[in-house]
């Protein structure tokens, strides 16, 4: 017994003693993840992101993470963790951190934040989002060229006006090439859910959609696709692994040159708050290789990638109408960012009833 | 060759008292090998998930609020496990209680009064009550096993909340996500000090297990409790009746979970959300079992357990580690704790050679 209690002591002590403080130049930028940083997914595109960061800037700063932060009062006490442990820059990657990084950033108002995919703001705490919705145009208008039906299938999350947007995108898309063009829509209600988007994926298929397209983020509804032998589109990450002969492109969230530009402005003393909202021109969002489709619509995708990203195309341009055939936007009118940030209609075209 | 655990005749005391320690002992052990493979400094990746959650006024409010609900319901289901009723569905009772509770400032937002707080913890707790009673009445009166509807009940509760965000309680204002309107500030659990955000769910944790643990130790009910759940028929020659103990004990570990659900809405997330738990009412079956049972034990296992979770965050900061290695480190701690208390009762017997089932001509 006594051994035990004089090794408790030692413990003890050593503990005591191994204070660590090591002074450091480097500027710290810090992120929070919802998810694993190797979920195949959007996390991992976040951490990919970082990565570039770290590389990109490797002599001036370093970076730190805590993953798998729950959203609600942990998110709250991870923040403040960082916020605390020197971190100069904190970048909160999930839309339910919104809250807790506002609370945070109001108690450390010289740390600067920033939030993704949120739309509160303050004069430390900036947000940033991608414009997804300009990739899922030119899916939609591959989607229309490759279904022999005309119809398609969409694997949605939840029902926020991020999501809605992307489905109104692709459809917009889509009609342009066939203006009788339809999309089925299922809500798996997860973003990560291999199983329940499986599901989903073999009961679009059976309702007869020949071409397939998902807004969550397992690899799973291209594996189905894959099996029944029809095209899909891949999300957040380049899924061809998952479907070699399947995927048509992907969505690839490419955060890095984002976090990039914004650390360099931190170093630089430069940095302001702002509501960042970039989209393919700049680089936050990249098209995987345009595969498994004739060169014809090869060639008509990446026609549609350069007009969008030389700004000539905005994809929600009248006339465009609502899901109940009222008028939306007038010929050659331009949806303003704030309507499409609190979208919550479906456009013509969609063949489901948005819950409400 | 079998291995056997055996009843100890008697429980040493000493053993008792020094168990938890001796569990410490070999997780900074093994936790240290662990670390050291890893090639990280165990000194201060220990240092980081024991000591530094303790040593800053805002960790140490952060572990009252991870702990507040943690010890809330574990007290109220040790009441249930001494009595022999095995409510594992506080999950769902915490949510249904943190939903009667928010009925008040989301759908009567309107309403300010003084009142409106003591109000929803009324709810909260009536909540919570009322659907522990539907296990309990399936039991009382149907004789159903009540691990099995309690368990399944939970799914229930969060498929309702889940329903409710989404729908008639979504936030006009919220842009469609899937939440209810913020609370109005005079709804919301206040800080118990004013050096950090710890709200009184962490006071009412520590209210309930002291009156808890009076109630076991000195007055007849807890008497009753104890022998009802040692020994049915022995309690029966007492005049208690198990049919009421049912209803009892389980109604109390319901409007305690419901209490944990609608402090921890009201002191630290201040609207609903399709999730607001992290699996507190799942976590504090182990916490109840940490603190063997016991309410003031429970409150210690209660705050040991929000340590691990703080630690693990710390020690993924310091030393630039996943959180994997974390949660094998948590894991540890809790199979030590756990197999330590359990080999205070139990001694383990090698039985090298087992005759007994062997066909003859093959033993060695």
Not at chain 1, 218 to 234: D, H, L, N, S, Y
Not at chain 1, 323 to 343: F, I, N, R, T, Y
Not at chain 2, 303 to 329: C, H, M, N, R
Request: with cysteine; proline share 5%; charged share 20%.
């Amino acid at each position: 017994m006594k051994k035990l209690v004089f090794a408790l002591a030692a413990t003890a002590a050593v503990l005591g003693f191994s204070v660590q403080a090591s002074a450091q130049e480097k500027a710290k930028i810090c992120f929070v993840y919802v998810g694993s940083k190797t979920d195949g997914g959007w996390t991992q595109a976040h951490d990919i992101g970082r990565q570039e960061l770290e590389k990109a800037l490797a002599d001036k700063i370093e970076t730190q993470f805590l993953e798998n932060v729950p959203e609600g009062p942990d998110a709250e006490r991870a923040i403040e963790r960082l916020a605390r442990s020197g971190c100069g820059l904190i970048f909160t990657t999930s839309f339910g951190f919104m809250d807790a990084t506002v609370k945070i950033a109001a108690k450390f108002p010289d740390v600067k934040f920033e939030h993704a995919t949120g739309y509160k703001t303050a004069p430390n705490l900036a947000t940033y989002n991608s414009r997804f919705y300009e990739g899922r145009y030119i899916q939609g208008q591959i989607a229309a060229k490759i279904s022999q039906k005309g119809v398609a299938g969409y694997i949605a999350s939840f029902p926020i006006p991020e999501v809605v947007m992307g489905i109104n995108s692709f459809v917009t898309g889509a009609r342009t090439v066939n203006p009788d063009f339809k999309i089925k829509v299922v809500w798996a209600n997860t973003w990560f859910d291999p199983g329940k988007e499986a599901d989903a994926a073999k009961a679009l298929i059976d309702q007869g959609v020949d071409v397939l397209t998902q807004h969550t983020d397992t690899t799973a509804p291209m594996q189905v696709a894959a099996e029944r032998g029809i095209k899909a589109f891949g999300q957040a990450s380049d899924m061809i692994k998952a479907g070699p002969e399947t995927q048509l492109t992907a969505i690839v969230d490419t955060w890095g040159a984002y976090y990039i530009k914004r650390t360099q402005a931190f170093i630089d003393g430069k940095w302001e708050t702002t509501s960042s909202w970039d989209g393919l021109k700049d680089g936050i969002l990249t098209m995987a290789p345009y595969t498994n489709m004739p060169d014809d619509v090869k060639a008509m995708a990446e026609a549609t990638q350069k007009k969008i990203e030389a700004g000539e195309l905005k994809p929600f341009t009248g006339p465009l109408k609502k899901q109940d055939g009222s008028d939306w936007l007038k010929d050659g009118e331009v949806a303003e960012d704030g309507v499409l940030l609190g979208m919550n209609f479906y456009v013509e075209g969609v063949d489901d009833k948005l819950p409400q | 060759m079998r291995i056997e655990l055996e009843r100890r005749p008697e429980v040493s005391r000493l053993y008792s008292i020094l168990s938890p320690f001796i569990a410490l002992a070999l997780t900074i052990f093994f936790g240290g090998i662990m670390f050291l493979l890893l090639g990280k400094d165990p000194v201060s990746a220990l240092y980081s998930f024991f000591i530094e959650p303790l040593m800053e006024v805002w960790s140490l409010h952060e572990l009252a609020i991870k702990a507040a609900p943690l010890i809330l319901i574990a007290v109220g289901l040790s009441v249930c496990y001494r009595s022999n009723n095995w409510n594992i569905g506080a999950e769902g009772q915490f949510i249904m209680g943190a939903i009667a509770g928010s009925i008040l400032p989301v759908v009567f937002y309107e309403w300010h009064s003084p009142l409106v707080l003591p109000l929803m913890m009324l709810l909260g707790m009536l909540g919570g009550a009322l659907f522990a009673g539907i296990p309990a009445f399936l039991k009382a009166h149907l004789n159903t096993n009540e691990i099995l509807s309690s368990l399944m009940l939970v799914y229930v509760a969060q498929l309702f909340l889940d329903w409710l965000v989404r729908g008639p309680w979504r936030n006009p204002g919220g842009m469609n996500f899937p939440e209810t309107r913020t609370f109005d500030p005079i709804t919301i659990l206040p800080e118990m000090i004013t050096s950090g955000r710890a709200h009184w769910g962490f006071g009412f944790a520590i209210i309930a297990a002291v009156l808890i643990w009076f109630m076991m130790r000195y007055t007849l009910k807890g008497f009753e409790i104890t022998v009802l759940g040692q020994s049915e028929r022995a309690g029966r020659f007492a005049g208690f009746s198990s049919r009421k103990m049912i209803w009892f004990s389980m109604l109390l570990s319901g409007a305690l979970a419901g209490l944990a659900g609608i402090a921890e809405v009201s002191g630290a997330i201040q609207q609903l959300r399709p999730v607001i738990s992290p699996g507190y009412g799942f976590t504090a079956i182990i916490v109840a079992f940490l603190g063997r049972l016991n309410p003031l034990g429970i409150v210690v296992a209660g705050l040991v357990l929000a340590l691990t979770y703080l630690g693990g965050e710390a020690v993924q900061v310091s030393l630039q580690i996943s959180d994997k290695p974390i949660k094998v480190f948590q894991g540890m701690l809790l199979f030590f704790v756990l197999s330590c208390d359990t080999l205070i009762h139990y001694k383990i017997r090698m039985m090298w050679f087992d005759l007994s089932d062997k066909p003859v001509g093959e033993v060695r």
